[in-house]
């Protein structure tokens, strides 16, 4: 039985995510227009949410959406908030700016490869989702595979790769902490562990850090990879 006040946990959580995304956009303006790219896309994804409802957890949202359709509008708030700060946290933290790259540059036969390194990621979770495993494990394959290729075909993103993924990783275990603390035992009670590997960081599953570091990893360098862009 899930206490009455968890009914909006997963909306003011979803909400909170927004808090950083709004200091963001007034702190770092020349970010702007990546962070609203970034977000645009990645609130599509709160739509893959009966994907994981209930094989992965099962939040109770908002008229009760989540259980009766597997859709539910904090999915959509939540992927908005991370898309537009995984995309821009790196360059925010390290003041770093993004310009076009050279005609040279774009012509180079590594970049043969771009759409497919794009492609990865989309390709692969399609490929591992029908493996026998929680469909958290494609998602995260999915992302890791798919900043593996950006790196590949864009090896000057390789460093931002790494560091925008550790750096995501801990900003999202900040505000599962925080999830923990406004809530004591929401995880235990609305993820499903038992289907899980069982390995805890404290009391949060080693998914959610990995699916952090994934966030942030391939949202960090793909506007770069994208839009013919390079970091200074």
């Not at 994981?52 to 099962?58: A, D, K, L």
């Not at 864009?154 to 900003?171: H, I, Q, S």
């Amino acid at each position: 039985m899930m206490p009455d006040g968890d009914q909006y946990i997963w909306l003011i959580w979803a909400l909170a995510f927004l808090i950083p995304w709004v200091v963001l956009y007034a702190a770092v303006p020349e970010q702007r227009r990546l962070m609203v790219w970034s977000s645009s896309l990645t609130a599509l994804f709160g739509l893959t949410e009966p994907v994981f409802v209930p094989e992965y957890w099962n939040p109770p949202s908002l008229f009760d959406l989540a259980q009766r359709t597997g859709f539910d509008i904090e999915s959509l708030i939540f992927c908005f908030g991370i898309g537009g700060v995984g995309a821009v946290l790196y360059n925010a933290l390290t003041r770093k700016h993004l310009t076009p790259m050279s005609h040279d540059e774009r012509n180079s036969p590594r970049h043969r490869f771009h759409r497919v390194a794009l492609g990865t990621p989309f390709v692969a979770f399609v490929a591992l989702y029908f493996l026998p495993w929680n469909p958290i494990y494609p998602g995260i394959a999915a992302l890791l595979v798919g900043a593996l290729s950006c790196v590949l075909c864009r090896p000057d993103l390789a460093r931002k790769t790494l560091t925008g993924g550790v750096l995501f990783a801990v900003f999202y275990l900040f505000f599962l902490a925080a999830l923990e603390i406004l809530a004591p035992g929401y995880i235990q009670r609305v993820w499903n562990l038992p289907a899980l590997s069982g390995v805890m960081l404290g009391a949060f599953p080693i998914e959610e850090i990995a699916f952090g570091f994934g966030i942030g990893a391939y949202w960090s360098g793909v506007y770069e990879h994208l839009a013919w862009h390079r970091t200074h």
